[in-house]
T-cell receptor, first 113, second 113 residues
């Protein structure tokens, strides 16, 4: 059974640019959640998509957005990149029912210069 | 607001020791608690998932307990090995407005040969 696939693994972008990250969940999982991990703040929740609808959202500015496709694959977009957006972005896959647990991908390391 | 604390922040032990990692949370209204392992620059690997109705879970040399009423969980690692060196994260799933998983800052474990 394939795990959670995140692409690309590494990205280097310039301030002001935008970036799109991709996450393919485990087959049959309908929920995809996104997290940002930085040394200072740790892991912080960005948003969750379930059946193509945003179901939950963390406390991040509107520059961070996402979407989910009918095959449950999800993309996350960050516009007008800032140096502080440099982080490891992780997505988590789940069945979408409360208490079922989450499986994480290997992450995308974004560096903004 | 749910807060998750992990103590200690770092731990260094000789190979073969049994050790305990601690996790505490402020709001007992959780669906479950999940322990993860993270190797440097990598994603999260799920170790154990304890439902709110359970007291403990075991997998190999790992045993996790949950005391929901006191807001505490412990991860017990028996006969530690150098390969156990990693950062261990606990996360509670409250399914609430803060997001799906609320993480602690982690315990960085180093097991010396």
């Amino acid at each position: 059974k394939a795990g959670v696939t995140q692409t690309p693994r590494y990205l280097i972008k310039t301030r002001g640019q935008q970036v799109t990250l991709s996450c393919s969940p485990i087959s049959g999982h309908r929920s995809v959640s996104w997290y940002q991990q930085t040394p200072g703040q740790g892991l912080q929740f960005l948003f969750e998509y379930f059946s193509e609808t945003q179901r939950n959202k963390g406390n991040f500015p509107g520059r961070f957005s996402g979407r989910q496709f009918s095959n449950s694959r999800s993309e996350m977009n960050v516009s007008t990149l800032e140096l502080g957006d440099s982080a490891l972005y992780l997505c988590a896959s789940s069945l979408g029912r409360a208490g079922m647990g989450y499986t994480f991908g290997s992450g995308t390391r974004l560096t903004v210069v | 607001k749910q807060e998750v604390t992990q103590i200690p922040a770092a731990l260094s032990v000789p190979e073969g020791e049994n050790l305990v990692l601690n996790c505490s949370f402020t709001d007992s209204a959780i669906y479950n608690l999940q322990w993860f392992r993270q190797d440097p620059g990598k994603g999260l690997t799920s170790l154990l998932l304890i439902q709110s109705s359970q007291r403990e879970q075991t997998s190999g040399r790992l045993n996790a307990s949950l005391d929901k009423s006191s807001g505490r969980s412990t991860l017990y690692i028996a006969a530690s090995q150098p390969g156990d060196s990693a950062t261990y994260l606990c996360a509670v799933d409250g399914g609430g407005s803060q997001g799906n998983l609320i993480f602690g800052k982690g315990t960085k474990l180093s097991v010396k040969p």
